[in-house]
């Protein structure tokens, strides 16, 4: 390991509030970071603080992902290990999880040998109450997740992996929908209302759940709505059921029809 190395990961180390020192020599440990630029499913770039989570899943298995209360899909076989808000802006402006160290306490990197830890990207984001969007940093209320590519690692004893701006090429998108959980029914979104002026459409929509964030797919046939976020940004669904909200889409040649979907 280079020594430049070292010490970002001493760094990454203190920003956590981790001491090297209290680290058992047997211990595994994991330094990650995406290159970014990393974004959510709207295609708008992830936000500063936003989390990033460690998971694990079992050999002959892949990662299938959380639910709105950020429990995994599959529990026989993933597991979230630790979910931290890091997201962070390079100089440049793009906005991905810097270099950060993760300890693994060596009996739990045993425990979990018949497997593989990597790096999901999740989208906590919630109303600001201003009309637009913030990071909650809640990894038990999460709208959306993706897995960084290529960051799938095996933990094993007193081992050291780096793996730096692991990603696609364009940075990691969270671009799964979470799950609603199994005990659970999500109402349909009905449009109640819809007007068009000064350039653009408003849509008054009710059965909307407040955990959720909603856009609107928009195309020229009630079949061909190609455009899953049509809306400039996404909107929170309303704190009461039957309250309604408005989304406002800016007026297009290609899109007549509309639905309201998840975002």
Known sequence: MTKNIKKMLATALVLLGVAVVGAAQD?????????????????????????????????????QGVDLNGQVVDAANNEVIVALPLAKAKRNGDVHCPLTLF????????????????????????????????????????QGWGEVA???????????????????????????????PADETIAQPKITGISVANGFVKLTVACTDPRLLYNV???????????????PAPIQGGKVRMREVIVVLPIRDDQKFFKIVRN
């Open 150 to 180: 290529k960051s799938r690692v095996k933990a094993i004893g007193a081992s050291l992996v780096a793996l730096t701006n692991v990603g696609d090429a364009n940075g990691t998108i969270a671009a799964n929908a979470t799950a609603v």
């Open 27 to 63: 211990d595994a440990l994991i330094a990650f970071s995406t290159k970014g630029p990393d974004s959510y499913a709207d295609g708008t770039p992830v936000l500063e603080g936003e989390v990033y989570a460690i998971v694990w899943a079992r050999n002959g298995s892949t990662f």
């Open 217 to 231: 797919a928009a195309g020229d046939a009630p079949n061909r709505l190609t455009n899953r976020h049509a809306a």
């Open 103 to 142: 300890q693994i306490d060596a009996s739990f990197a045993a425990a979990h040998a018949d497997g593989e830890f990597s790096l999901v990207l999740f989208d906590t984001r919630v109303a600001d109450g201003q009309g637009g969007l913030k990071v909650s940093g809640n990894a038990h209320q999460v």
